[in-house]
């Protein structure tokens, strides 16, 4: 069993698509978060939500909403895809009431043409 | 802005001890020592984490030096599947985000 699973695993669109990549995890936890990975390897926080609440936006275009269904969920949505969307997205989850360990999902490569 | 200091990549030979270093000279208190590592392709996945103490895990050792300013992370056997790149983090406790900074690319040689 996945522990968070993403989907879809690659994801290409053209520039002013909308698309949604959606995260779910089966480990109970209360937290989870986007990150984004862009060309140059850095790994960015982008979003937390805790119990389907917002917890951190790190200063991320509006074109970007997540969306939190119940706690074992959290999707993104991406309106009009820019270029320099292009990245891969990772989803991640944790127990927020006890350590700081945080479980990974496995990717979403986006290319923006 | 990751606050710790790590060398961009280094070497080890299959079967020999991976020593990988970080600088953390500006640590508070209350801050953690998080260590994770993403193999290519991959998400990136949790090795260990302290405070004070050294730690021992099934994957790996973490040694934090007394005034705590650095620690390394030991992987005692080193396979080429710990080729990876390695982050070292710091992390106070109950944060709602972990901060990655460049990492170290780590490869294991046959």
């Known amino acids: 069993d996945t522990a968070v699973s993403q989907t879809p695993k690659y994801l290409v669109t053209q520039m002013g698509n909308d698309k949604s990549i959606k995260c779910e995890q089966n480990l109970g936890h209360d937290t989870m978060y986007w990150y984004k990975q862009d060309s140059k390897k850095f790994l960015k926080i982008m979003f937390s939500?805790?119990?389907?609440?917002?917890?951190i936006n790190e200063t991320v275009p509006n074109r970007f909403s997540p969306k939190s269904p119940d706690k074992a969920h959290l999707n993104l949505h991406i309106n009009s895809l820019e270029l320099g969307d292009s990245a891969v997205y990772f989803c991640?989850?944790?127990?927020?009431?006890?350590?700081?360990?945080?479980?990974f999902g496995s990717g979403t490569q986006l290319s923006v043409l | 802005d990751a606050k710790t200091t790590q060398p961009p990549s280094m070497d080890c030979a299959e079967g020999r001890a991976a020593n990988l270093p970080c600088n953390h000279s500006t640590i508070s208190g209350n801050e953690y020592v998080y260590w994770y590592r993403q193999i290519h392709s991959q998400g990136p996945q949790y090795i260990i984490h302290g405070l004070k103490n050294n730690e021992t895990n099934e994957m790996a050792s973490l040694i934090i030096t007394e005034d705590r300013k650095s620690s390394t992370l030991i992987l005692p056997h080193a396979t080429l599947r710990d080729t990876a790149v390695y982050y070292c983090?710091?992390?106070?406790?109950?944060?709602?985000?972990?901060?990655f900074g460049k990492g170290t690319k780590l490869t294991v040689n046959p």
């Open positions: 991640a989850s944790r127990d927020r009431g006890t350590n700081e360990k945080l479980f």
């Open positions: 983090i710091r992390v106070q406790g109950g944060s709602e985000k972990l901060v």
């Open positions: 939500y805790n119990n389907k609440e917002l917890i």
